[in-house]
């Protein structure tokens, strides 16, 4: 189905694109009680657009979770062993206090899982003052699609170890459970989405160590380039500018995301589900 086609056919929601590469704001949609009809649609237009977000929604912690269960099993995070409360939600909050805040480089959620997330859904109650805290996002469908055919032909068979201890412990300094290791495991670099079936560049800079099969300084060389190619590139990119009450749902399997740290020492709250893979990332 074309893209024109997909969009007229939206009877149940309202679909406005963000950016020509990825995302869309979607309207017209009660989080807390969607029809069936909706969630369809949602499923549709997101295999379309990657991430979508939602304006204006009042969503309790039941309300944001029976969402994401609309998409399969809710995840719970490696760091919630450390936080407590529901296991459930990851609260993401960044204050003056703060030392870090989650998710400020390019990544993609919890890639070092076995079976990684297949989907994040961050709902937003506080927005800085004065602006800021906007994510970006990245399609690693255009990603691929933009390297050479050469770099394509060396690294379509190739696999990358993805650890969670270097944002974990490496980068928040929150030691494992005792007794535990944060995760840690190998995926292809260029798998195929369960859905679509398009090839897609799966590493990122927050969880991948290092490519299987290569000396160390080949693999930290190639791995910095393809890293820069993310970063550097806005046209693979999209924009979200949250207000309270904004929830976002992206498609962890082929995009990637930077939360933007531009506001101390103002605060940003926000809360997240992910919802289980269903498989671990194939080629």
């Avoid at 969607?34 to 039941?62: M, N, Y």
């Avoid at 691929?144 to 190739?158: C, H, M, R, T």
């Avoid at 933007?260 to 992910?274: C, I, K, M, T």
Wanted: include cysteine; glycine fraction near 8%; proline fraction near 7%.
């Amino acid at each position: 189905m074309s893209a024109a086609s997909a969009e007229a056919s939206w009877r149940h929601i309202e679909v406005e694109p963000l950016a020509p590469s990825l995302g869309a704001v979607i309207r017209g949609v009660d989080l807390a009680s969607p029809t069936a009809t909706q969630l369809e649609e949602l499923r549709s237009v997101w295999a379309e657009h990657l991430v979508l977000t939602f304006p204006e929604q009042t969503l309790d912690r039941e309300a944001h979770k029976a969402f994401g269960r609309a998409f399969g099993t809710l995840h719970v995070h490696p760091l919630n062993h450390a936080r407590g409360g529901d296991d459930e939600i990851l609260v993401v909050k960044t204050d003056a206090n703060s030392k870090y805040t989650a998710g400020d480089g390019w990544h993609t959620d919890v890639s070092c899982d076995a079976i990684p997330p297949l989907g994040s859904a961050l709902y937003i109650k506080e927005v800085p003052s004065n602006g800021g805290g906007d994510t970006l996002f990245a399609s690693m469908y255009l990603a691929w699609e933009a390297l050479s055919e050469g770099l394509q032909n060396f690294l379509v068979d190739k696999f990358a170890v993805h650890d969670g201890a270097l944002p974990y412990v490496g980068a928040y300094g929150v030691a494992p459970p005792e007794g535990s290791n944060y995760p840690r495991n190998r995926h292809p670099i260029a798998p195929r989405h369960p859905v679509t079936g398009r090839r897609l560049l799966y590493v990122n800079s927050g969880f991948t160590s290092h490519i299987e099969g290569l000396k160390r300084e080949e693999s930290r060389a190639i791995l910095d380039l393809l890293f820069r190619h993310i970063e550097r590139n806005p046209r693979f990119q999209c924009r979200v500018r949250w207000q309270p009450g904004t929830l976002t749902l992206w498609d962890n399997r082929c995009t990637q995301h930077h939360a933007l740290w531009d506001y101390y020492p103002e605060s940003r709250y926000g809360e997240r589900v992910s919802i289980v893979g269903e498989a671990a990332p194939a080629l």
